[in-house]
């Protein structure tokens, strides 16, 4: 199997080769160009997919940011016999539960403003504004 790596600390896009290495519990990297360093192995338990379209499924692994691996669907269809967590959402997504929680204290602190602050900012202004400006506004 072959894969095109990004490990998320350069820009760099590693051409490699996937091994699965059931008893360590591990997915291998292999550089294919002749003198690269081979990439740290992934933890079979915590690689995640991250999308999957028509011809490629793009996979990254709990605990390094930024890190994907592009892989083909056959290869994907292989690591999924191998990663009991693969269609488990990686943490750092947003949950239905924490969009809601953010738009009811976005909810909150709107009326706040306008039911509580902005009434007490008008009294405060309404006590030093001077009377000739108040018969103005009259």
């Given at each position: 199997m072959r894969g095109r790596l990004n490990d998320g600390l350069t820009s760099t896009v590693h051409e490699v080769h996937l091994t699965v290495?059931?008893?360590?519990?591990?997915?291998?990297?292999?550089?294919?160009?002749?003198?690269?360093?081979?990439?740290?192995?992934w933890p079979l338990r915590?690689?995640?997919?991250?999308?999957?379209?028509?011809?490629?499924a793009r996979l990254t692994v709990e605990g390094r940011d930024g890190t994907?691996?592009?892989?083909?669907?056959a290869a994907r269809e292989f690591?999924?016999?191998?990663?009991?967590?693969?269609?488990?959402?990686?943490?750092?997504?947003?949950?239905g539960g924490r969009v809601a929680l953010w738009s009811v204290l976005s909810l909150g602190g709107l009326c706040l403003t306008l039911f509580v602050l902005l009434p007490?900012?008008?009294?405060?202004?309404?006590?030093?504004?001077?009377?000739?400006i108040e018969r103005g506004l009259t």
């Open positions: 290495d059931p008893d360590a519990g591990l997915l291998r990297f292999e550089p294919v160009r002749e003198g690269a360093s081979a990439p740290e192995p915590l690689i995640r997919l991250i999308e999957r379209t028509k011809t490629v994907r691996l592009a892989v083909d669907l690591l999924a016999l191998h990663c009991p967590d693969l269609g488990r959402r990686a943490r750092g997504y947003w949950s007490l900012f008008a009294h405060q202004v309404a006590r030093i504004l001077p009377a000739s």
